[in-house]
């Protein structure tokens, strides 16, 4: 079969870059998109022009080191499969076939296919680790862990950090890397030591070297991992966690003069004391949220309605006992 590869060529990421077409001929159905690219390199360097540069290791859709943008889709037409395992036989003969890099601002372009990934390095840097006592290692079963936790972090482990979720996102976000990451170190219990670190340090760098999660969705279309849309809202979990109990252990203000109180606090408030925000809790009208685990424009204004409400409770005193 014959192919018309239409490839982004950029010498560095400082140059502007153009698409170039290539004519690729004698190539079967049972060739993969990166065994095309090999067979139009060895074309090239044989005409002595420039090869095109892409990224790849593996080659059995577990490294995560390869990735293209092909005809505008992340690794390719089907889904959940990376690039390495995408093959000819998705496209007919004598198609045009499109190869750009992954498309997003925190993956810049080193040349022609290949980009910087490193911000996915950074992210992993700001949370996803265990810290372990090394030397001999533990019985097996010490810690006891269900049958169902085991299966929920090693199908979250699965990620294998290519960047399509980043790529495909409409906003360049990576809430499903970092939801996958965070959850599946969150779901066992030798990894609770940093839980609530974890999950600040990863939302911080998620916000920092990414774009916001709009749930759009597209990013569990071209996942290889099959990584599913829960991962985010476990993620929006944990950083909800992480901040209602660092609030609650803040340590109380110094108590505040009889003259500096308001009026509206009443007479039987001020009296000398200390904060006390389980009887706040108690005589405030609740705050009922509804439960909408996927929505995560929701779960951010509950964080934000306790994280009102526990502040404005730092203004009030209860007598000691």
């Known amino acids: 079969m014959k192919l018309t590869l239409k490839v982004w060529r950029q010498e560095s990421g400082a140059e502007e870059g153009h698409f170039e077409e290539y004519l690729l001929e004698e190539v079967g159905p049972e060739f993969s998109l990166l065994e095309a690219l090999d067979k139009l390199n060895d ?24 990735g293209v943008t092909v005809d505008g889709t ?6 959940n499969t990376p690039s390495c395992r995408q093959h000819l036989r998705s496209f007919e ?15 810049p372009v080193v040349k022609d296919l290949a980009v910087n990934r490193s911000a996915l390095d950074r992210l992993i840097e700001a949370g996803g ?18 049958h169902e936790a085991a299966e929920w972090a090693l199908d979250l482990a699965a990620c294998i950090g290519c960047g399509a979720c980043v790529a495909a996102c409409p906003n360049g976000s990576a809430q499903l890397f970092a939801g996958s990451k965070t959850m599946h170190l969150a779901t066992l219990p030798s990894s609770q030591k940093e839980r609530g670190r974890r999950a600040k340090g ?9 774009g916001p999660c709009s749930v759009y969705g597209e990013c569990a279309e071209v996942c290889p991992a099959g990584i599913p849309l829960t991962a985010i809202a476990g993620l929006n979990k944990e950083k909800l966690r992480q901040v209602l109990r660092n609030t609650a252990a ?9 003259d ?50 526990l502040n404005h409770s730092e203004t009030l005193t209860y007598p000691e006992p």
Request: hydrophobic share 35%; charged share 25%; aromatic share 6%.
């Open 129 to 146: 680790f265990v810290s372990t006592s090394v030397g001999t290692a533990p019985d097996a079963d010490a810690i006891p862990v269900s």
């Open 250 to 258: 803040a340590p109380p203000p110094p108590a505040t003069p009889d």
């Open 93 to 107: 003969d004598g198609a045009t076939v499109q190869l750009e890099p992954f498309r997003s601002g925190a993956f």
């Open 43 to 66: 074309d090239l360097v044989a005409r002595g022009e420039e090869p095109i540069a892409f990224d790849s290791d593996c080659r059995e859709g577990i490294c995560g080191a390869c």
């Open 202 to 210: 990863i939302t911080r760098a998620a916000e920092e070297e990414f």
């Open 260 to 309: 500096a109180r308001g009026p509206w606090e009443g007479t039987e408030r001020r009296r000398a004391g200390r904060v006390c925000r389980a009887d706040y809790m108690a005589r405030s009208p609740r705050i009922h949220i509804q439960p909408l685990p996927t929505t995560v424009q929701m779960m951010m204004m509950a964080t934000d309605m306790m994280k009102a409400t």
């Open 74 to 79: 992340p690794h390719g037409p089907q889904k």
